[in-house]
């Protein structure tokens, strides 16, 4: 953590930039390719209704993992167990979001399970807003557990930051 405090940017803007890489990049490339012939060649109704609609649900979901991973990254390296806590997370949510929901709603322990660790609505509710259609209600819980959300990331990484002691520089005295 010295190295990215080192730089004179603030840290959390710093980490994201250079995590980005070259697959993630050509990721997004693909699946906004994918969105737009999806608009023409599949979507029904008025296209500029379905993409701001659909262009909401993502940006809306984006926020909620953004702040979900700041969180669990925070809080995984307060407790020291940095890389160990945020490989289970980053893999249980990676296995759990590939499958549609449809899997898990028999189990109603592993879908509350699942609802608890972030997945509701990072995977589930913005996929069933996307395939049955979204209604106020779905559009209302997004936006407040989302938004409030990234807001709880952004002061538990000030709130961890303020906290962080370098062991570089107790070692230099």
């Keep these: 953590m010295d190295y ?10 710093f980490l994201a930039l250079t995590k980005i890489n ?15 012939l999806y608009l023409f060649f599949y979507a029904t109704g008025n296209l500029w209704i379905v993409f701001l609609s659909r262009l909401g649900i993502i940006f809306l979901g984006s926020i909620f993992s953004i702040g979900f991973v700041i969180i669990v990254s925070s809080i995984s390296f307060y407790m020291d167990k940095w ?3 945020s490989q289970v997370v980053r893999e249980f949510s990676v296995s759990f979001g590939l499958y549609p929901p449809q899997i898990y709603r028999s189990n109603k322990v592993l879908f509350t399970f699942i609802g608890v660790l972030g997945l509701y609505p990072m995977v589930f509710l913005p996929y069933n807003m996307m395939t049955k ?10 936006i407040v557990i989302c938004i409030p959300t990234f807001g709880l990331s952004l002061w538990v990484f000030k709130k961890w930051l303020s ?10 005295m």
């Design 163 to 172: 906290r962080y002691n370098s062991g570089n520089l107790v070692m230099q």
């Design 4 to 13: 990215y405090l080192s730089f004179p940017l603030h840290p959390l803007k």
């Design 83 to 85: 890389s160990l806590l």
């Design 22 to 36: 070259i697959f993630g990049l050509g990721d997004l490339f693909f699946s906004i390719v994918a969105f737009i």
């Design 133 to 142: 259609g979204a209604i106020w209600t779905d559009w209302f819980v997004m």
